[in-house]
């Protein structure tokens, strides 16, 4: 987790340690002499302590990339560093927007009843509905099929039937016209089908006919129906001598789904072949460069257990300052143990045990 101590925080442990004149917020900005020194003197040390490994779990971060029918390149995150290449995979994309529930039920619209429709906080946020429907409209391809998945929780533990269907309109039934019944009350169930849509804008409906129960829907979940896949890496050479021949052929009929994931000569990430459609996008892991700290309340991200590895470089930096290379010695086998022991806690993995 990102750590809690300060810029100020760190700058004041320096010059504590210097016996010099500390810092509060009203002057951080205004600080002059060997107080200034010592703030570039921690920037120097976050900095040095972050390029000292790549792969430091603080800077440890995720994203997807929105895939573009006919669109080869894609521009990695800001302030990324180095991905894992092993961790690419292409997966259909969710089609509906809010289908979490999260803080709200917002992007559904509701159809009246006798009872009503709300959010209801429990578990990760649910949609609550007591004879009432909602619905939202989704982009879908005509003739192709997708994957729904719904949870709902029977409140008052009745077993009343949730009608979800998918159509055309609100309320239509084209497509899909089923009903999802709890059994298993407070575990809920789940309805997990397909549906062909039949029209490029398709409607999920979710109804609850009777006032006498709360069905609550946990998720709502649709996608194109295929298996999420891993995406092998290539070099960029590989990709020139097998497939830029291929690719570079401006004909749709090579489009299609990707296989390999390169990443470019001007250090973007490319795909082969060349995407086909615009429903799948590509997920992946990276290490993010760090942010040099800048307000007296910034903190760098690394746990404020390690945080004394900046106070200790920093004082290496200071004590170079000051013609004192003994301290300065002192400082650096210091900071060079804690890296090590740091390295070997947090950064080195730990093999399977094999036969």
């Known amino acids: 987790m990102a750590g809690t101590k300060t810029y100020l925080t760190l700058t004041n442990n320096v010059l504590q340690e210097l016996n010099e004149v500390e810092l509060t917020s009203s002057n ?93 906080s429990g578990g990760n946020g649910r949609l609550r509905l007591n004879d009432y429907a909602a619905y939202q409209a989704i982009t879908t391809s005509k003739n192709t099929e997708y994957r729904i998945q719904v949870k709902v929780y029977d409140s008052n533990s009745l077993g009343q039937a949730l009608k979800v269907q998918v159509g055309t309109a609100a309320e239509g039934t084209q497509n899909l016209n089923t009903t999802l019944t709890v059994s298993n009350f407070g575990e809920g169930a789940v309805l997990d089908t397909t549906f062909t849509a039949t029209a490029q804008t398709s409607y999920i409906t979710l109804n609850n006919t009777v006032t006498t129960t709360n069905l609550d829907v946990d998720y709502v979940r649709i996608s194109r129906n295929t298996r999420p896949r891993r995406l092998p890496f290539i070099s960029y050479d590989d990709w020139v001598r097998r497939f830029s021949e291929r690719d570079l052929t401006n004909l749709s009929s090579a489009y299609a789904e990707p296989d390999y994931v390169y990443k470019t000569q001007s250090g973007k990430l490319g795909l082969t072949p060349i995407p086909d459609r615009n429903d799948y996008k590509v997920v992946f892991e990276y290490w993010k460069e760090h942010t040099e700290l800048s307000a007296h309340g910034d903190t760098p991200d690394l746990d404020d257990r390690y945080a004394d590895l900046i106070v200790t470089k920093a004082r290496y930096y200071a004590y ?14 210091e900071y060079k143990d804690g890296i090590e022991r740091l390295t070997n806690d947090i950064v080195i993995k730990q093999e399977y045990i094999r036969d």
């Open 320 to 333: 170079q300052l000051r013609s004192d290379p003994e301290h300065a010695s002192i400082a650096l086998k």
């Open 28 to 120: 951080f900005s205004s600080s002059r002499g060997i107080q200034t020194a010592v703030k570039t003197f921690v920037n120097k040390a976050v900095n040095d302590l972050y390029t000292a490994e790549i792969e430091w779990p603080w800077l440890y971060t995720s994203t997807t990339q929105d895939v573009n029918s006919g669109q080869q390149e894609y521009t990695f995150p800001s302030a990324f560093r180095i991905a894992d290449f092993d961790s690419f995979y292409i997966i259909p994309k969710e089609l509906v927007t809010n289908g979490e529930f999260t803080s709200n039920i917002n992007s559904w619209t509701t159809i009246a009843g006798s009872g009503s429709a709300a959010y209801n």
